[in-house]
């Protein structure tokens, strides 16, 4: 006798439509020119919310809009779930939960683009080549903006690889000397007092090796308004007293406009830390972050470039009661300040961007990528 397959309960089948459907089931379905019809990405351009999980974004819609559903990425047309767990533990911090992300594999928390068998501050892993340096091998240009510091977790697994997230002078010589293609085209960033330290203890003077390795380096972000014409690797360091202090938009006008320069295209990847034990300095920071996104989906609308944003972890911020429908929510915010290991969303448009829908694995997004520019 046939079987006939059972079907799904109706609320598993309802959540896993809504997560391959748009945030805003009023919105249109994409038009036929949809971007992510195209067959190549020549950009993409990966956004990185530090520890903005579902209800970190939920909050900033509230806080922003007034509703729930306000914000840009929430209408973006394709929308999914990602798990964010490690090699060995379910809960990441920003070293494995960026490593998967831009190599396509886990790791051990700590651990910054190196293969599982390694061990956090006593043996190498694997080198595990990133999204950005296929993007250098390739011929494209390339560049990684944070409001965090250059060497720090989220942005060294772009261009380094070490058994130690800690160690941010010997994950800075990489820059200097990349594992695979010419480096990092333009880096802009913050920690410049944490990075001095730690050159300085392997005896890496930062202005003369940079100057070196064919950068023009900017320590005051004021400078970066006044950049040459020409100008085409640019490392910007600043000092600032809290990350909400960077002007973490204006560095991203910055970095495109130099990327966009090469006919190849280019890989961007933009951080924007927004978990901190102050509530409105974390649903402030995913606020701006969707307002950077909006901005840039604007600046390359038509073109064709795929725009990813997602997490790395999650993060505690909970709104575990309230005052009425109010946008006036900060002190019903609850953070205890530690990352969490639920799934995060990922919103994205362009080239490759349908295959983001349902539930994916934070190693998925890296072969999304790579299938964007054609070379998987």
Known sequence: MKRTRPSLPYPI???????????????????????????????????????????????????????????????????????????????????????????????????????????????????????????????????????????????????????????????????????FGDGVDVLIGTGYERLAEGCGELGLDIPSGLEKAGYLYVQEPTELTNLPDDAARVVAISEVAHQSDFDLPAAVRVATRILSRNPRGFFLMVESNNHFKEADKSIEGA???????????????????????????????????????????????????SHTGEQVPVFAQGPGAQAVQGFLRNTDLFHIMMKAYGWE
């Open 13 to 179: 089948a309802f959540v896993l439509l809504a997560l391959s459907a748009c945030a805003n089931p009023s919105s249109p379905p994409p038009s036929t020119d949809d971007p992510a019809t195209a067959e190549k990405a020549k950009n993409v351009i990966l956004f990185l919310g530090d520890g903005t999980g579902l209800a970190t974004w939920h909050a900033a819609s509230v806080r922003a809009t007034g509703d729930s559903q306000g914000l840009y990425v929430q209408q973006m047309p394709h929308i999914g779930l990602s798990d964010t767990s490690a090699a060995s533990n379910w809960v990441a911090d920003s070293a494995a939960g960026m490593t998967a992300i831009v190599t396509g594999h886990k790791t051990h928390n700590g651990v910054v683009s190196q293969g599982p068998e390694g061990k956090r501050g006593e043996k190498d892993g694997q080198t595990l080549k990133t999204i950005l340096e296929y993007a250098e091998e390739h011929g494209l240009s390339t560049g990684v903006v944070t409001n965090s510091g250059v060497a720090d977790a989220t942005p060294a697994a772009c261009y380094a690889h070490n058994n130690n997230r800690d160690e941010w002078g010997k994950t800075f010589a990489q820059l200097l000397e990349p594992s």
């Open 287 to 337: 606020i701006r972050m969707d307002q950077i996104v909006r901005e840039t989906a604007e600046t390359f609308a038509g073109t064709d470039t795929l725009i990813l944003v997602t997490a790395d972890h999650s993060y505690d911020l909970r709104m575990p009661s309230g005052k009425g429908k109010t946008k006036d929510i900060f002190d019903s915010i609850q953070i205890d300040g």
